[in-house]
């Protein structure tokens, strides 16, 4: 196995046991777990960053990075991350969920900014339709 794919397995088997930590109710043992798979999926990101080649891979591990990101509270690494997965040429579905992931850590903040207010409730379910 490949050292992206080993980081990529470790990172993903991390995130199921930050499941199964919120589950039991276990909160910090599941932020703790976040970090180390949040830390091991850039590391694999970072191996291929510059391989423009190297699509889809390339911008299906910056997406699942910024998605951890999103989950540890680093909104600031999630768009740094998105910026690079659409820096490249990442397939079209992919590259749709990466500007949803943007819109989604973004819209409150634009709103807010714009003077329009919404629940978290309903931001969450206009984020949600398709």
Do not use: W
Not at 3 to 28: F, I, S
Not at 42 to 64: M, N, Q
Request: charged share 30%; hydrophobic share 45%; proline share 3%.
């Amino acid at each position: 196995m490949s050292q992206l794919q080993e980081l990529h397995q470790q990172a993903m088997d991390l995130a199921e046991m930050v499941q199964v930590a919120k589950l039991r109710g276990n909160l910090a043992l599941a932020e703790k777990l976040s970090r180390e798979a949040l830390e091991k999926e850039i590391r694999a990101a970072e191996l291929v960053a510059g391989d423009f080649e190297a699509e889809p891979t390339r911008s299906v591990l910056h997406r699942s990075a910024a998605s951890l990101a999103i989950d540890c509270g680093e909104i600031h690494t999630a768009e740094h991350l998105i910026a690079i997965a659409l820096s490249g040429n990442p397939p079209q579905e992919i590259a749709e969920e990466l500007k949803d992931l943007f819109v989604q850590i973004n819209i409150k903040k634009y709103l807010e900014r714009r003077g329009i207010t919404f629940d978290d409730a309903k931001i969450h379910k206009l984020i949600a339709q398709p």
